[in-house]
């Protein structure tokens, strides 16, 4: 069964890498980008069957050694080939069944992340600050880039709002975890009586549209511009650089004042208007998803509380998987990598109880 499903997927990638020669196809940019996005996902299955057929037939040639010699010595070494292969076999079939599981068609998608201040006023923007620095860490450490689309600061520090594009290797397939509230209990700079307060940030993660995604008729959106402002609502430059794009249908607002160029701050709006449209009808298929499974982890539901970043125990709990660990100025250091790994772990073996693949 796991064989036949391989080699089905093997007859495909042979398919698709004689397509992607195609003068055809080529021409055709949106179709040959389709395929050669295929192409990279069933080369990594492809090379893992190619290793585990040779496993297999290296199984049946110890099993006909042992079948057929009488040498003592050649027999036990036969045998002790065979349970080498057999623990090779077992690892190779784990591994195969998770990458069978079926993933968001998204998760290969660069990122565009927005971060919101939540309750809790001038804490809240201050914590949406913290949160945004954690995620810089996080990327450096990945060998992302980053590039801040749009930003409002908050009155104590911090940002009411920061909007910014992450670029690199299945950005949104690992970032997609970390939609929802985030909730922090801590003593505020702005407490004088060193009471604990309760504050938090949204975050969204989208996955970025390409060009190819998305039909934008241009006629649907309105285009302004303004001078950029900066903390206190000063005005930065007195030239009319920032942009402003609202999607007449939707009523979806979109704004950058990030460059000084009206030009680049325009590409940079256009690029989040689309992700943000496409989002849309991507958040549909996460519904869909999320109402076939009692307990998604990664559900389009971004009014869930998600995380509580708790000061005075140096705690961080994950509440999708009842995750707690006590290391939280390494994770505010960008040291996230065992919470996503964790909540991935838990969502394949959620698909793979329930027989998805």
Not at 112 to 138: C, P, S
Not at 322 to 344: F, H, K, P, R, V
Request: aromatic share 6%; with cysteine; hydrophobic share 35%.
């Amino acid at each position: 069964m796991l064989l036949d499903k391989l080699e089905a997927i093997n007859s495909r990638f042979k398919e698709v890498s004689q397509l992607i020669t195609d003068p055809d196809i080529i021409a055709d940019m949106k179709r040959y980008i389709q395929l050669n996005k295929e192409y990279k996902d069933l080369e990594e299955i492809v090379e893992v069957y190619k290793e585990y057929k040779n496993v297999l037939d290296n199984i049946k040639s110890s099993k006909e050694i042992l079948n057929k010699e009488k040498d003592e010595e050649f027999r036990e070494m036969a045998k002790m080939e065979l349970d080498t292969l057999h623990e090779r076999e077992e690892d190779l079939e784990e591994k195969i069944k998770l990458m069978l599981v079926p993933t968001d068609p998204e998760d290969g998608k660069n990122a565009i992340v927005e971060i919101r201040g939540g309750t809790g006023g001038d804490e809240a923007a201050i914590f949406a600050g913290d949160l945004y620095r954690m995620y810089i860490k996080y990327c450096e450490k990945k060998g992302w880039k980053t590039e801040v689309v749009d930003v409002n600061e908050g009155t104590s520090g911090g940002f009411k709002e920061i909007v910014f594009n992450v670029s690199g290797n299945k950005v949104y397939g690992i970032l997609k975890y970390e939609s929802g509230v985030h909730r922090v209990q801590r003593v505020p700079q702005t407490e004088t009586q060193g009471r604990v307060h309760t504050s938090a940030a949204t975050v969204a993660v989208l996955p970025e549209a390409e060009e190819f995604d998305i039909e934008l008729n241009m006629n649907d959106v309105r285009k302004d511009t303004y001078c950029s402002s900066g903390p206190g609502g000063q005005s930065v430059n007195t030239t009319y650089s920032a942009v402003r794009l609202t999607h007449t249908p939707t009523g979806v607002v979109v704004t950058c004042q990030d460059q000084k160029s009206q030009i680049k701050n325009f590409e940079k709006a256009l690029k989040v208007l689309r992700s943000r449209l496409y989002d849309m009808e991507h958040k549909k298929y996460l519904d869909e998803i999320a109402s076939k499974r009692k307990t998604m982890v990664s559900t389009g539901d971004r009014s869930a509380k998600i995380r509580t970043y708790n000061y005075p125990q140096g705690r961080v709990t994950d509440h999708r998987i009842g995750l707690t660990l006590y290391n939280l100025s390494a994770i505010m250091d960008g040291e996230i990598q065992e919470i996503i790994d964790a909540l991935q772990v838990a969502e394949n073996a959620e698909k793979l109880k329930e027989g998805v693949a």
